[in-house]
């Protein structure tokens, strides 16, 4: 069963999507690091159970040989809500009871976090990069209860896409906070927060 794990908000600069998040969110974000299997590095916020992360390549990284993940290799323009993460328990049957094109297994570190993910060949999700990427943590640790938690939560995702209620189907995800909309190729998330919701673009 798949399960809403986190939120990716890519960036040209990492400095410039924190600056972006901060300001739309009124706190500080915390925690992150280095992916030096990708190339990139991020920072953090909790959303309670969750959490959104800044992502964007890392100037100072070697490149990593290969497309990196969530299409960061073609990203251009201000800050935005790029990509969403759903977890599992069990990737190899994940991967074939799911969307096609999801990507291969891929073993990643930073610190004391170990995971695995499918990252696609190209770097591209499926379904116009709407669909959302596939993990699974090792072992307990887990970020989100890591992080200060601000009182910030998802009130809701929108999902946007011509084949909407294909990927829906395809994922089977119960989650109150998803909607899955036929439109153009699009994600939106809102936010609560002691000032009131807040959208990411």
Not at 9 to 29: H, K
Not at 72 to 91: E, H, K, M, Q, Y
Not at 126 to 154: E, F, K, N, S, T
Not at 180 to 194: C, K, Q, R, Y
Request: hydrophobic share 45%; net charge negative; with cysteine.
């Amino acid at each position: 069963m798949l399960r809403l794990d986190h939120l990716a908000l890519s960036a040209e600069r990492l400095e410039d999507g924190v600056a972006a998040v901060e300001a739309l969110l009124g706190v500080s974000m915390a925690g992150g690091g280095q992916h030096s299997a990708m190339g990139t590095h991020n920072r953090l916020i909790s959303l309670g159970d969750l959490y959104l992360e800044v992502i964007a390549i890392d100037p100072l990284a070697p490149a990593p040989g290969r497309p990196r993940w969530f299409d960061l290799d073609r990203f251009s323009g201000p800050p935005r809500l790029t990509n969403w993460i759903v977890a599992c328990d069990d990737l190899d049957t994940a991967l074939t009871t799911g969307p096609q094109g999801w990507g291969q297994p891929m073993s990643l570190t930073r610190g004391e976090y170990r995971w695995q993910m499918a990252v696609p060949a190209d770097g591209r999700l499926p379904y116009d990069a709407v669909c959302p990427a596939l993990i699974r943590w090792q072992g307990a640790q887990h970020p989100a209860p890591a992080l200060p938690d601000h009182g910030l939560r998802l009130s809701r995702l929108t999902v946007r896409h011509p084949l909407a209620l294909a990927l829906k189907s395809a994922l089977g995800l119960d989650d109150p906070r998803v909607t899955f909309v036929t439109g153009a190729p699009d994600l939106s998330a809102v936010i609560e927060t002691a000032n009131g919701p807040v959208t990411l673009p």
